[in-house]
């Protein structure tokens, strides 16, 4: 029978999570089959989240410096840009990260079934390809279904002008006037994207700050850049109601921050959040625990309930990023080749790769206030530091937090161009159990950013009290 297969470990998805579970299984010596429902592995991040984003917010990048370039005498003029081809190029960059997927699912014998998977017992998945119905019965699975954007009820979403995360990435067209309802990362990235090629931007936010959950010092000098960008940014404030004219799509505003009771917009970018899976692959046909958001409890080895049946990536929790998701993935494929290992990572960075860039991890202020813990706290202005002045970029600032008494590092979040590069020295800080006084001992090269990070350690260990 051609249209079953039996599998060491079937992995239920083909994202960071899914594929990297799947190539280290197979590296194990497990033999392994990977189902994913679209022709191309990479999942959200390679296809429609991480990686165009940042190649477009590359481009963004450019134009924006080209623009700012005039504070120091050199005048650019307005870029002349060429949608298709920028499209194009997106587009190559995600093609050249996928076919190498391919090829190394091929290189490490991993059988890839595409189409739709869904549990049809606890030892089976069936999969409905393109050929019809496939039956994949397995000693192990790996679930990596990940997540999908949230969609507000009651919006015209079918609408072509409503975009989510995908849409927007597409690059349809440039509209003049665009608003974005989420002020988190990925509502962020896209409107330094869309800003950058000329859309007029309105940012709606439901909470008293941009990017909630980062520290307000962190967010603040991103803040205060984009506002003066932007068209609009209403805190506060939430989208009642949007109807679909032909002119246009008139939003609703409601909240204390100064909205107009509505306004008209010709694109709408819907970015409120990511909803995981659980609930779209057959989980109670496997007896698999999915939470009422459709969440996957896990323990530390990303076991599910039933113990020959793993969860990993968004599907099993926030933060919803790809270095959690892979890290996952590494966890349950050594975890069912028999290695003792589990997930220990002490914190997961996250950055938003805005202009600036916010970027942050371990404990935040407002947790570490939260909680209780006593903790100093230096925060390096990038004012101060030549590098940042060399290339125009004052506002940034670097951050630690550290234990009150063993002065070991806690938490440390950036803010400006770069930031998300910079976080990962504060992350090795944090692994290694490094207190200020071995950040500040570390020999930065001069002129960096990455000593502003040293900087404001030696703030905290006495060795900095003055900066100028
Ligand atoms: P996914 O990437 O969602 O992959 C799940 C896969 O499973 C998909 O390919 C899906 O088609 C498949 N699938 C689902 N159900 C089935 C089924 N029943 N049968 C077969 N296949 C199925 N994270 C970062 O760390 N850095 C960033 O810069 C970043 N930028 C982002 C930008 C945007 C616009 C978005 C939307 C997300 C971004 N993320 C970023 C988040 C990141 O993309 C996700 O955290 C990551 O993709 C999660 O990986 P995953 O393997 O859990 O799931």
């Not at 990686?51 to 120091?72: C, D, R, T, V």
């Not at 057959?282 to 080895?301: H, L, R, W």
Request: hydrophobic share 40%.
């Amino acid at each position: 029978d051609t249209s079953s297969l039996h599998a060491e470990v079937v992995v239920l998805g083909g994202g960071p999570g899914g594929y990297t579970a799947a190539f280290r299984a197979a590296d194990l010596g497990r033999q392994v089959v990977l189902v994913e429902r679209y022709p191309v592995l990479g999942g959200v991040c390679l296809n429609v989240g991480c990686i165009p984003s940042k190649a477009l917010l590359h481009a963004a990048k450019i134009i924006q410096e080209a623009q700012e370039a005039s504070n120091f005498g050199l005048n650019f003029g307005t870029p002349s840009i060429d949608l298709e081809k920028l499209r194009e190029w997106k587009d190559k960059v995600v093609k050249t990260l996928t076919t190498g997927l391919a090829g190394l699912a091929k290189q490490r014998k991993v059988t890839v079934v595409t189409g739709v998977g869904r549990f049809s017992s606890d030892r089976s998945l069936t999969v409905e390809t393109a050929e019809g119905p496939r039956t994949i019965s397995f000693d192990h699975a790996i679930i990596a279904a990940g997540s999908q954007p949230v969609r507000i009820p009651g919006f015209p979403h079918d609408d072509p002008r409503m975009m989510d995360s995908t849409d927007a990435l597409e690059l349809a067209e440039v509209p003049k006037r665009l608003l974005i309802i989420g002020g988190g990362i990925i509502g962020l990235e896209m409107a330094t994207v869309y800003h950058a090629l000329g859309s007029r931007i309105t940012v709606v936010e439901l909470m008293d700050q941009i990017i909630p959950g980062c520290d307000a010092d962190l967010v603040k000098p991103l803040y205060q850049r984009i506002k003066k960008q932007y068209e609009n940014i209403f805190l506060k404030t939430k989208v009642t109601r949007i109807e679909a004219k032909s002119e246009g799509l008139q939003a609703y505003f409601e909240g204390d921050e100064g909205a107009p009771e509505s306004d008209l917009f010709d694109r709408v970018l819907v970015a409120v959040g990511r909803k995981p899976n659980g609930h779209l692959i057959g989980a109670e046909n496997a007896g698999v625990k999915v939470d009422e958001k459709g969440f996957i409890p896990v323990d530390e080895c990303q076991r599910t309930n039933v113990p020959h049946i793993y969860a990993i990536g968004d599907i099993v929790g926030n933060p919803m990023l790809a270095h959690k998701a892979t890290h996952e993935g590494k966890v349950a494929a050594e975890v069912i080749s028999g290695e003792r290992t589990a997930f220990q990572a002490l914190t997961i960075p996250s950055v938003a790769y805005t202009d600036p860039e916010v970027a942050w991890m371990g404990l935040t202020e407002t947790q570490a206030k939260a909680q209780g813990i006593a903790y100093d706290k230096a925060a390096f202005p990038w004012a101060a530091s030549g590098r940042a002045l060399g290339i125009d970029r004052k506002e940034g600032m670097t951050k630690i937090l550290c234990d009150k008494e063993t002065r070991r590092i806690l938490g440390a979040g950036i803010v400006g161009p770069n930031a998300g590069e910079l976080i990962s020295e504060a992350v090795l800080a944090l692994e290694m159990g490094a207190d200020v006084e071995d950040v500040a001992l570390t020999i930065h090269p001069h002129p960096t950013l990455s000593e502003t990070f040293a900087f404001a350690a030696e703030m905290l260990d006495g060795s900095i009290t003055d900066l100028y």
